[in-house]
């Protein structure tokens, strides 16, 4: 189950210069960090600049004293040239530069197309996050996505495609027709309930340093302020055993059949997965054939 998890997941390849998209997403990456790293060492600049003294990690360990210097002096430079450097030899000896394979969620979504770049999504974790038995007796299992920003529907449907191959209802290489921008049609993907989907955490780590406070609730001593205190922790578990109790209250309502299975999940894979997954096939034939014949011309 894991490994059919880690199909959705992003991975991490070589940079492959011969893909565009990729080329270009790299590009705008680097002139990010590079506008970040220039403005966070403008910062300390001034800041040494205000307090009267500039020193340069180099020029203090060979002279021993501060010197003073100007804001544009290249010498400032010198450490992140020396990284740069050191990061362009170590990807010549890992065999190239190192890239998030991020993909396009286009069939995930009923709102976003493949050629709209709000489809380019990355997924981060997809994970078992506990099992709970709410009644003593029937377990349930709380899955857990996390990522840099999820597109209506996209959550639940990954979940209703990574549940019909756990249970055999379709081969595996349904999910690269999924993610395969270049294949023209639109292949639809099954929906969870929503009754069981809700929004556990929230990351804000580069406004955490600006701020120098724990904005997501967690045990840390990064900083002294925020909601990393026993109240604020407890009173977050606390909710989220509130969820889980809702939550299997909703799947519980319609009751049990004469086999002991709920009957929400068993309408919605009767209704939903399993007449997907036949329709699924269909598309997964048409695939195949359009591979083939791209793979001829080619």
Same mark, same amino acid.
């Given at each position: ?55 340069? *990690?180099?020029?203090? *360990? ?20 020396? %990284? *740069? ?13 190192? $890239? ?6 286009? *069939? ?59 249970? +055999? ?39 955490? +340093? ?8 967690? %045990? ?26 809702? $939550? ?7 009751? $049990?059949?004469?086999? +002991? ?38």
């Amino acid at each position: 189950l894991k490994q059919l998890r880690r199909l959705f997941t992003t991975k991490i390849v070589d940079l492959d210069t011969s893909d565009p998209s990729a080329v270009l997403e790299k590009e705008f990456h680097v002139q990010r960090r590079k506008r970040h790293r220039k403005k966070q060492q403008d910062k300390r600049i001034d800041k040494q600049q205000h307090d009267g003294c500039i020193t340069t *990690n180099e020029q203090q *360990n060979e002279k021993g004293a501060p010197i003073h210097a100007d804001k544009n002096d290249e010498s400032f430079h010198d450490n992140e040239w020396k %990284h *740069n450097d050191d990061k362009k030899s170590h990807a010549k000896k890992t065999g190239g530069t190192k $890239v998030l394979q991020r993909r396009r969620f286009h *069939n995930f979504t009923p709102r976003v197309m493949a050629h709209e770049f709000l489809s380019f999504r990355r997924l981060d974790r997809f994970y078992h996050r506990v099992t709970l038995r709410i009644d003593e007796k029937r377990p349930f299992v709380a899955l857990s996505l996390t990522g840099d920003m999820f597109l209506q529907g996209q959550a639940v449907r990954i979940i209703g495609v990574w549940l019909a191959l756990a249970r +055999g209802l379709i081969d595996p290489e349904i999910v690269d027709c999924l993610f395969d921008e270049e294949y023209p049609p639109l292949v639809p993907t099954p929906p969870l309930p929503l009754v069981g989907l809700y929004a556990v955490e929230a990351s804000y780590m580069a406004w955490e +340093g600006k701020s120098k406070l724990i904005l997501t609730p967690r %045990h840390t001593d990064r900083y002294p302020s925020g909601w990393n205190n026993e109240t604020t922790i407890s009173a977050v578990k606390d909710w989220h055993s509130h969820m889980h109790q809702i $939550v299997a209250k909703a799947w519980m309502e319609k009751g $049990v059949d004469e086999n +002991g299975r709920l009957v929400a999940e068993r309408e919605w894979t009767e209704q939903v997965l399993e007449p997907w997954a036949e329709t699924a096939k269909e598309h997964l034939k048409d695939y195949r054939v359009w591979k083939a014949l791209q793979a001829a011309d080619s």
